[in-house]
């Protein structure tokens, strides 16, 4: 029997002779072309690749059984090849040995394929299809009325790809690239979703805490030299996720800082130029737009903004931020402020594009030069505590065992040119002093926030328009760290 029917029974001789006069005027019909056609059905191809139906369809797309031969067809089968030569009519169709056609599977996914015979057997009509690409012992006979095969229409005479098409709706032909760009499409939408939503459980909230300003000043041997600046900033910060729909909803990252100590720049209690708060969508959380998150982390890049980007960015500072979380509290806590969430802030000046002189291996080129580094600690507060001026006492002091280093090294691994700030409360940065054109680089997070060890990396590409590779988080627990 064929895959997919049942084996019949064994008929005993006493059984045997009335089926056969049962069938005999059937099979003389048969023999000279006589036969009522079985059930008509179509097979409905959706736009999108995983989803199918099976419609009732109108007389002219039933499935018909023929013993004319078609014309010749384009493979190299012979024309109605097979045992018996035969060929069957599907929506309009004629399909016989060589036809291309498409098959259904039981998962819904569609599949190029050839049919390689077609049989006619007491009144039913089946077709043998070898897959495309696959073992000829993956070849399988279907009924012709199953609704799982679809005749493939023709590529056109100038262009090469194949095309499918929705039958039955009216629609026009969709080529297979154009299905591949919206299968694309759909994952980069799931893909985006994910990080938005990552973003947002980790650090929804409004966040209060204190903010520690180094600026270049001088130089370092070869390079420039980061000098942590005389005042100390209260800073406070908020991610405001707003809308349920998938098409409206957005997430604000915004920050105002002003100084609680003496600064030789102005008195006490001076604003900190403060930056415009970062509205996103999800479908801006990807890399081209310099956005993304991942565990208790995210990246964001304030300067350039997309607009920036389009219309040239080389005269735009570039302002990235990288932040890590971690949990006081329950991990399964009903909100941010129930776990006792804190969390270090980092963010990074880079001035516009800027000539620069020849680079060990490299020649003269264009690089972003590091202006300044902003360390915000901070602690996540209830909404009606989020204007109180009482700040919490981790949040405000410095105190605590410098950073160790990095964790996994492998991030700035042949690297140059690159500065490291161990700052108190176990928090390490290493940065390059320039990020040059078409060199790739790493700024690199490593926060021991006592229980956790959290190592942030944010891999540049070589265009540094705000962009980036990838953000990569590891994390290490109890015995796991290591100094």
Known sequence: PRPGRLPGRALSSDRMWPRLAMWLPLALLVAHGFVLPPPPRIAVLSRWPHTAAFLSASPASRVVASAALPPEPESGFPPGGGAGGASVTIDGNVVCAGSDVIVGDEHGSWWTAVVVDVRRASGDVD?????????????????????????????????????????????????DAELLEQLRDERQAVID???????????????AGSLTRYD???????????????ALFAVSSAVRPVGDLAATRTVTLSESAAASSPDPAGPEGTARLARSPLCLAPREMRATFGHMAVGSAY??????????????????????????SHSLGVAAAASPAAAQLQRVRCTFGYSALVDVGQAPGAGAGRARKIEWVEISRETVLALQSSSSAELPSWATSLAGEAGKGLYDPEAQRGASGLYSLYCPGGLTIVLPTQLREGV??????????????????RKFGGSHDGSLLALELTEAEGSDQRD
Do not use: F, K
């Open 193 to 207: 979703q994910w990080q938005y939503n990552t973003l947002c459980a980790a650090h929804s909230g409004e966040w």
């Open 127 to 175: 077709i043998l299809v070898h897959y495309n690409g696959c073992d000829p012992a993956s070849d399988e006979w279907l009924a012709a009325d199953s609704g799982r095969v679809v005749p493939s229409p023709r590529a056109s005479a100038d262009t090469s790809e194949e095309t499918w098409r929705d039958v039955g709706e009216g629609l026009d032909p969709v080529t």
């Open 299 to 324: 990246t964001c890049a304030h300067s350039p903004t997309t607009a920036e980007r389009v219309s040239g960015s080389e005269g735009v500072p570039l302002v990235i931020e990288i932040a890590v």
């Open 440 to 457: 790739s680089a790493a700024v690199s997070v490593d926060w021991d926030a006592g229980g956790m060890r959290y190592q942030a990396d």
């Open 216 to 230: 270049t000043s001088g130089r370092d041997g070869a390079g420039p030299r980061l000098e942590v600046g005389e």
